[in-house]
C-alpha cells in the first residue's frame, strides 16, 4: 500500500486546509485509516482516524470540534478537514493505514503502511 499525503502549506491561525491521503490499495476499504502529527523536537501523536466503511470517527482531545475526517473508498482517499487552526497545530502530518482498525491508542510502530508526511505551519 503507497499513501500519498498532501494539502498541507502556511495558514494564519483561525484559518483552514484540508489534507488529503490518496492510497493505491485494492483493498483499501479494510483498512482503518488515521492521521498523526508530529512537531519539532515531539513525539509523533495521533490525531484523528476512521473505520474502514467510515461509520466511526475518532479524535484526539486537542482536535476534537476543529477537525473532521472521512474517507471516500470508491476513490481511496481519506480526508482531514482542519478548521480554526492554531499555532499549536503546527506540524508534519502523516497518514497512516491499519489492517487492524484505527486502534486510537496503538503506538506508530504498530501501524502498517505510512506516507510521507505534509507540512502545516499556523502563524499567530
Known amino acids: 500500500v503507497q499513501l500519498q499525503a498532501s494539502g498541507g502549506g502556511l495558514v494564519q491561525a483561525g484559518g483552514s486546509l484540508r489534507l488529503t491521503c490518496a492510497a493505491s490499495?485494492?483493498?483499501?476499504?479494510?483498512?482503518?485509516m488515521v492521521w498523526f502529527r508530529q512537531a519539532p523536537g515531539k513525539e509523533r501523536e495521533f490525531v484523528a482516524g476512521v473505520s474502514w466503511i467510515g461509520d466511526s470517527t475518532y479524535y484526539a482531545d486537542s482536535v476534537k470540534g476543529r477537525f473532521t475526517i472521512s474517507r471516500d473508498n470508491a476513490k481511496n482517499t481519506v480526508y482531514l478537514q482542519m478548521n480554526s487552526l492554531k499555532p499549536e497545530d503546527t506540524a508534519v502530518y502523516y497518514c497512516?493505514?491499519?489492517?487492524?482498525?484505527?486502534?486510537?491508542?496503538?503506538?506508530?510502530?504498530?501501524?502498517?503502511?505510512w506516507g510521507q508526511g505534509t507540512q502545516v505551519t499556523v502563524s499567530s
Open positions: 490499495a485494492k483493498y483499501f476499504s479494510e483498512y482503518g
Open positions: 497512516a493505514a491499519d489492517r487492524r482498525g484505527v486502534r486510537p491508542t496503538a503506538q506508530p510502530y504498530e501501524r502498517d503502511y
